[in-house]
């Protein structure tokens, strides 16, 4: 049978799957399993077309690796048949292990990263294919002797950032994190076994960067976004906390009671992987989002209550800042929510979340992107533009909390 496919995407359109192998891998339940995972949570509370997910963004991003392939490959650059497989199979399972709903819950059912359980998934299917990822792993792991190889699998311009850019940015409708990918690729460069843009390339990196920092805010880190998400966390450790408890007519799939049940750390993945591996192949959001509507009606009350929130999206209400906010302010929200508080002393802290996120779009610590210049010189990103480069870490406070505490507030006033 012929296994050199041609996909149709929306982003790209007529997409090609370039070896027999990419193909067998994709029809493998562990690559299946990502068509079960939203790339962006539950981004779609906010943007309704965000519903994609990470299955389709492995094949954009294995879309945009041919082509940066056969760019490399018409400048010179040495790619054997062998190496252009090998880095097509690491960027096609570089996110296998991401759990449901992604980033989400990666420290909430398991205290492992996804790239630690992509490495797991890759050995596990090393194994079935005869060694036949052996040197995908080795890009993968940045153990590969050509380090180009990694850089476009993972870097501060990989083709794992530009198909999530120009993916999101599509199924979002938001326009601000449009890239130029097209030029962007035919600019790269290899430089004594670097990743580097060429000079005329500049100002596609600069947009590119600001796309990037613009998405972060206008979607990854959207107000509304990040209190479904901390609500989605919540609901999941009050639910270990029951089971943990011993409060047990817990409705849920084998798999996901393997999660709320035990504490899987990386101590854990070095002791049992075949067991971790095993239940996490069997875990995706239809687990959650299933086990979620029956907690709606579920014996707890606090339980109930942040489970037909979710579904409902009846969600916290959720203060940013730049700055830290006063304790003042905060010592009030606590009292509203104390006297307001329904429940008993022990979820206060489900009821009042606070945090911080931040955004760099560019890190000039490490892994700078690099320019070449017409006169041969090569210069860090940051070095290489008529003015500095935005580096800068922006931080955001936030506070998050049930609305009901200022409906409270408000009846009371009236009294």
């Known amino acids: 049978m012929n296994k050199k496919k041609i996909l149709n995407d929306p982003v790209y359109g007529f997409v090609n799957v370039p070896y027999g192998i990419i193909f067998d891998l994709m029809e493998h339940p562990y690559f299946q399993r990502l068509r079960r995972i939203k790339q962006l949570s ?24 041919t082509q940066a392939i056969e760019t490399l490959r018409s400048k010179g650059t040495a790619i054997t048949e062998e190496e252009a497989k090998a880095v097509s199979i690491a960027i096609l399972l570089h996110d296998i292990g991401h759990g449901p709903f992604s980033h989400t819950l990666e420290n909430t059912l398991i205290n492992v990263t996804h790239e630690e359980l992509s490495v797991l998934f890759m050995e596990k299917l090393n194994v079935e294919f005869s060694g036949a990822l052996s040197m995908a792993l080795d890009i993968f792991r940045n153990d590969h002797p050509k380090k180009f190889l990694h850089q476009l699998v993972s870097s501060q311009l990989d083709m794992d950032r530009m198909d999530y850019l120009n ?29 580097v843009i060429e000079e005329k390339g500049i100002y596609s990196i600069e947009k590119f960067l600001v796309a990037r920092r613009l998405m972060y805010w206008q979607v990854y880190l959207h107000k509304t976004v990040l209190s479904a998400e901390l609500m989605l966390i919540q609901v999941l450790n009050w639910a270990k906390y029951l089971v943990r408890a011993g409060w047990d007519p817990m409705i849920a799939s084998p798999a996901m009671r393997f999660f709320l049940e035990n504490t899987l750390d990386s101590s854990y993945l070095e002791s049992n992987p075949d067991i971790l591996l ?43 800042s730049n700055l830290p906010f006063e304790p003042s302010y905060k010592t009030t929200l606590k009292e509203k929510i104390a006297n307001w508080n329904p429940f008993n002393e022990e979820v206060f802290p489900f009821l009042f979340i606070e945090g911080q996120e931040s955004n760099s779009a560019y890190s000039t610590s490490k892994d700078e992107i690099k320019i070449l210049f017409k006169n041969g010189m090569v210069k860090p990103m940051s070095d290489s533009m008529d003015y500095g480069i935005q580096s800068k870490n922006f931080v955001k406070h936030y506070l998050c909390y049930p609305k009901e505490i200022l409906k409270a507030s408000k009846i009371k006033s009236l009294h």
């Open 167 to 195: 993916r999101d940015s599509y199924f979002t409708g938001v326009h601000e994190g449009v890239i130029g990918y097209h030029r962007l690729i035919k600019m790269l460069a290899v430089h004594k076994d670097e990743l």
């Open 278 to 320: 095993s239940y996490f192949a069997e875990l995706d959001d239809i687990d959650i989002i299933s086990s979620i509507k029956t907690w709606v009606g579920a014996e707890d009350p606090f339980l109930a209550f942040l489970s037909k929130k979710i579904v409902d999206r009846q969600l916290y209400r959720l203060d940013f």
């Open 42 to 65: 539950l981004t779609h509370y906010v943007y309704p077309g965000a519903l994609h997910t990470r299955f389709h963004h492995a094949l954009g991003a294995l879309h945009l690796m």
